[in-house]
Each structure stands twice: as structure tokens, then as C-alpha cells.
């Protein structure tokens, strides 16, 4: 890893205004890919909740998925050294908001055996009281 690379040579040289702006870069970088992983399990979690309110049932692995991609969501938001979550309350519902659309396009394949579009999935399902249930969900989830 370059950066790595470079922050030691910046110490070494006693350059620590550059290096305290490495620092800050790697920290904003991890913080991305958290939030990425974060992102991914929504999507997985919106996906099963809409093929569950459309069809009006569910399956043990339906049901399985959900658990794993909530378990996931908890576990890669959180902060393991300083505390806290990466992602707020309000931010984890605007992940919802963003994601949603592309987890309705993707249960159009699964639900149904393919059979509707995703426009016409998403006419089947209550997309603000799904939105909801994902983020009660998220923020009660209990390991």
C-alpha cells in the first residue's frame, strides 16, 4: 500500500502535516468501504422484504437471508474501537431511500418466478411502509 508507504517516510521526515492528511485519507477510505458493505446488505435485506410483501408469504430462506443481511448491517456499521456507527439513524434511511429501487428491480426476477416487471411489483407493495419496516429492522436488531 503506497499510502503506508509514504506515511512512514513522511514521519521519518517529521512532515507531519502531510502526514496527518494520509492518515485522514486512509480514514475516509476505510470509512467508504464500510459504508459499502453497508449499502450491499440493505439491498439484500429490501430484496427479501419485497418479495415477502408481494407474494404474501415467505420461506425459511427468505427469512434466513433477512436475519443474515440485518446481522451484517449491524455488524459492519458499527465502530469497533472508537464506538458509535459509521451511519446515523437518518443516514441509514437514506441508504433505504437510495437503495430501493434497485431491490425492487432485482425482486422482479425472484418474485413471482420473474413473472412482473418492476414497475409492476413496485405497484404491488406498500414501498413507504417497506422502507420503514427495513430501518425499525436495522435500528432494533438485537445479535
Same mark, same amino acid.
Given at each position: 500500500?503506497?499510502?503506508?508507504?509514504? !506515511? %512512514?517516510?513522511? $514521519?521519518?521526515?517529521?512532515?507531519?502535516? &502531510? +502526514?496527518?492528511?494520509?492518515?485522514?485519507?486512509? #480514514? /475516509?477510505?476505510?470509512?467508504?468501504?464500510?459504508?459499502?458493505?453497508?449499502?450491499?446488505?440493505?439491498?439484500?435485506?429490501?430484496?427479501?422484504?419485497?418479495?415477502?410483501?408481494?407474494?404474501?408469504?415467505?420461506?425459511?430462506?427468505?427469512?434466513?437471508?433477512?436475519?443474515?443481511? !440485518? %446481522?451484517?448491517? $449491524?455488524?459492519?456499521?458499527?465502530?469497533? &474501537? +472508537?464506538?458509535?456507527?459509521?451511519?446515523?439513524? #437518518? /443516514?441509514?434511511?437514506?441508504?433505504?431511500?437510495?437503495?430501493?429501487?434497485?431491490?425492487?428491480?432485482?425482486?422482479?426476477?425472484?418474485?413471482?418466478?420473474?413473472?412482473?416487471?418492476?414497475?409492476?411489483?413496485?405497484?404491488?407493495?406498500?414501498?413507504?411502509?417497506?422502507?420503514?419496516?427495513?430501518?425499525?429492522?436495522?435500528?432494533?436488531?438485537?445479535?
Amino acid at each position: 500500500m503506497d499510502e503506508l508507504t509514504m !506515511l %512512514r517516510k513522511m $514521519v521519518e521526515e517529521h512532515d507531519y502535516v &502531510s +502526514a496527518l492528511a494520509i492518515i485522514d485519507e486512509l #480514514d /475516509e477510505m476505510a470509512k467508504d468501504d464500510k459504508i459499502n458493505k453497508v449499502e450491499s446488505f440493505v439491498h439484500i435485506l429490501l430484496l427479501h422484504l419485497i418479495k415477502e410483501q408481494a407474494e404474501k408469504h415467505t420461506t425459511k430462506s427468505w427469512t434466513r437471508s433477512i436475519e443474515m443481511a !440485518l %446481522r451484517s448491517i $449491524v455488524k459492519s456499521n458499527k465502530r469497533r &474501537s +472508537a464506538g458509535g456507527y459509521y451511519l446515523r439513524p #437518518d /443516514e441509514l434511511k437514506a441508504t433505504i431511500e437510495e437503495s430501493f429501487s434497485g431491490a425492487v428491480q432485482d425482486a422482479a426476477y425472484e418474485a413471482f418466478g420473474g413473472a412482473y416487471t418492476a414497475t409492476r411489483l413496485g405497484e404491488m407493495i406498500d414501498a413507504d411502509q417497506l422502507k420503514q419496516e427495513a430501518l425499525d429492522k436495522i435500528l432494533t436488531y438485537k445479535q
